[in-house]
């Protein structure tokens, strides 16, 4: 069963950092894609980033390029995403996605709150 | 950026009605598009991938359909479990695009 199980997340005042991880298991992690979408309270889903199966090749949606980066361990099956100088446009539940294209396994999502 | 136009953004039917949900792009995304469905605080869920394929394990009263850059999903025989939220996304090209979404709910 293809579980993704995300950690971290929080409180965090505006300017900071902030990182969390996905925990993959149930597939062959070194083989997919990866993606983070976030959501903000009560709004539409946004694609954030994606990382190819090796980390060779990122992707970002241009209002985190430079301040987001995403990261793979596969030896570890963990996704990670650092995202620095954040801002209150930011807050949101960040789900980690299985990327085939589609987004065909996500998990259950992290909250992170930005706020002084 | 292609746009995403999802409509309409909300909608009530009865049980064993039919819906049909719509997005059009803004330009042409070759049926690169798929269809989620979220049910109040959980993750999305995919239903439909490129634009007419039913992912594994999803009901068959769920379709998709396409007509030039306008994509369409159908849900026949609605059941309670249905009541969401739907939304399309574009994998055509970065940065992947999602509709606002259609909140679905019984009557």
């Known amino acids: 069963e293809v579980q993704l199980v995300e950690s971290g997340g929080g409180l965090v005042q505006p300017g900071r950092s902030m990182k969390f991880s996905c925990a993959a298991s149930?597939?062959?992690?070194?083989?997919?894609?990866m993606a983070w979408v976030r959501q903000a309270p009560t709004k539409g889903l946004e694609w954030v980033a994606t990382?190819?199966?090796?980390?060779?090749?990122?992707y970002y949606r241009d209002s985190v390029k430079g301040r987001f980066t995403m990261s793979r361990d596969n030896a570890k099956s963990t996704l990670y995403l650092q995202m620095n100088s954040l801002r209150s446009e930011d807050t949101a539940t960040y789900y980690c996605t299985r990327e085939v294209g589609v987004l065909d396994y996500w998990g259950q999502g992290v909250m992170v709150t930005v706020s002084s | 950026d292609i746009q995403m136009t999802q409509s309409p953004a909300s909608l009530s039917a009865s049980l064993g009605e039919t819906v049909t949900i719509e997005c059009l792009a803004s330009?042409?995304?070759?049926?690169?598009l798929a269809w989620y469905q979220q049910k109040p605080g959980k993750s999305p869920q995919l239903l439909i991938y490129d634009a007419t394929s039913l992912q594994d394990g999803v009901p068959s009263r769920f379709s998709g359909s396409e007509s030039g850059t306008q994509y369409s999903l159908e849900i026949n025989s609605l059941q309670s479990e249905d009541a969401a939220t739907y939304f399309c996304q574009q994998h055509h090209d970065y940065p992947w695009t999602f509709g606002g979404g259609t909140k679905l709910e019984l009557k």
């Open positions: 149930g597939f062959t992690f070194s083989n997919y894609g």
């Open positions: 990382i190819s199966y090796d980390g060779s090749s990122t």
């Open positions: 330009e042409d995304i070759y049926s690169n």
